[in-house]
C-alpha cells in the first residue's frame, strides 16, 4: 500500500469515526476497521485483524484515562473480568497457531459476527426495557464483596468468549463485555461502557504483545488510524454522558449488516 496525502487523509478521517463509535458504544473500533480495512482499502483479514488490535490498544487506552476521571470505571472490577477475558485469548492463540483458517472461512465468520452483533443492538433495549437494573448509578461504585462474586460468577464464561474472540478477530471483545455487563451482569448502562473500555484496554494489551511477536501487524496504517481513533474516542466519550444513543445504534446496526454483505461477496 501506497501511503499518498489522499490516503493518510482518507485513513485518518476514518479513525476518527471509528474511535467515536467505539468510545460511545462500549465496543472497539474492531468491528468497523476489519471490514472497512477489508472491504474498501483492499487489505487482507489477517492483517486487518492484527493491526486492528494495535488500534484497539491505543484508543482505547484514551478513552479509559477519560473515564477513569469521570468515575465511571470500577477498575477493580475490570481488572478481575480482564483475567478471563485474557485467558479467552490466550486459548484462541493457542489453538489458531496450530490449526489457521484460510481467509475465506474467517471472512464469512466475522459478517456472521457482524450480522449477530446488528441484531444485538436492537435486543439489547428490548432487554433494558423488560428489567430495571440491579444497580443505580449511586450504588455501582459501593458494591460490597458478595455482590462482586456473584456477578463475577455470571460473567465469567462472556468474558472469556469476549477475549477469544478479541484475538480471532480484532475486535476488541466490547461488543460481548458491554451487553454482558448490562444485560447478564445488571450494571448500569454507562458504567458498562467504561468498564467495558478498561476490559477491551487489558485485553488488547495481551493480544498486542502477542501480534507483534506472531502477526502481521502494518505499524504504519495502524499509527494513522490511532491517531484519528484517539480524537474520536475523546469526542465519543463525552459525548456518551449527553445523548442516548438510540439513533446512532440504529445507524451502525444498518452500516455493520452492509459491511457484513460485502465482505460476503467481496
Do not use: W
Not at 500500500?1 to 487523509?9: A, H, K, N, R, V
Not at 462482586?148 to 476488541?172: E, H, T
Not at 448500569?188 to 478498561?198: D, L, N, R
Not at 451502525?252 to 454483505?261: D, E, G, N, P, Y
Amino acid at each position: 500500500m501506497e501511503f499518498t496525502t489522499q490516503l493518510i487523509i482518507i485513513l485518518f478521517l476514518f479513525g476518527i469515526i471509528s474511535g467515536f463509535l467505539a468510545s460511545l458504544t462500549g465496543t472497539s473500533g474492531g468491528t468497523i476497521n476489519v471490514p472497512v480495512l477489508t472491504v474498501f482499502f483492499n487489505i487482507a483479514i489477517q492483517e486487518a485483524i492484527d493491526t486492528s488490535i494495535l488500534i484497539i490498544l491505543i484508543t482505547s487506552s484514551v478513552a479509559l484515562i477519560i473515564f477513569l476521571k469521570q468515575k465511571r470505571c470500577n477498575l477493580k472490577i475490570a481488572m478481575i473480568f480482564s483475567i478471563f477475558s485474557i485467558l479467552g485469548s490466550f486459548i484462541s492463540s493457542v489453538i489458531f497457531s496450530f490449526y489457521p483458517l484460510e481467509s475465506i472461512v474467517l471472512k464469512i465468520i466475522f459478517s456472521s459476527l457482524l450480522i449477530v452483533i446488528a441484531i444485538n443492538l436492537i435486543l439489547k433495549d428490548y432487554f433494558q426495557k423488560s428489567r430495571e437494573n440491579k444497580l443505580d448509578e449511586n450504588s455501582y461504585q459501593q458494591e460490597n464483596n458478595n455482590d462482586l462474586k456473584r456477578d463475577l460468577k455470571r460473567g465469567i464464561p462472556f468474558f472469556i468468549l469476549s477475549g477469544f474472540v478479541a484475538n480471532f478477530l480484532g475486535i476488541g471483545g466490547g461488543v460481548i463485555n458491554t451487553p454482558a455487563l448490562n444485560i447478564i451482569v445488571g450494571y448500569p448502562i454507562h458504567f458498562s461502557t467504561a468498564t467495558s473500555t478498561a476490559i477491551v484496554f487489558f485485553t488488547a494489551l495481551f493480544n498486542a504483545i502477542i501480534k507483534m511477536m506472531y502477526g502481521q501487524i502494518n505499524f504504519i496504517l495502524g499509527i494513522i488510524l490511532s491517531i484519528g481513533g484517539i480524537i474520536g474516542s475523546i469526542m465519543g466519550a463525552h459525548v456518551s454522558n449527553k445523548i442516548s444513543g438510540k439513533k446512532l445504534q440504529v445507524f451502525v446496526m444498518i452500516f455493520l449488516i452492509f459491511l457484513a454483505i460485502l465482505m460476503l461477496f467481496k
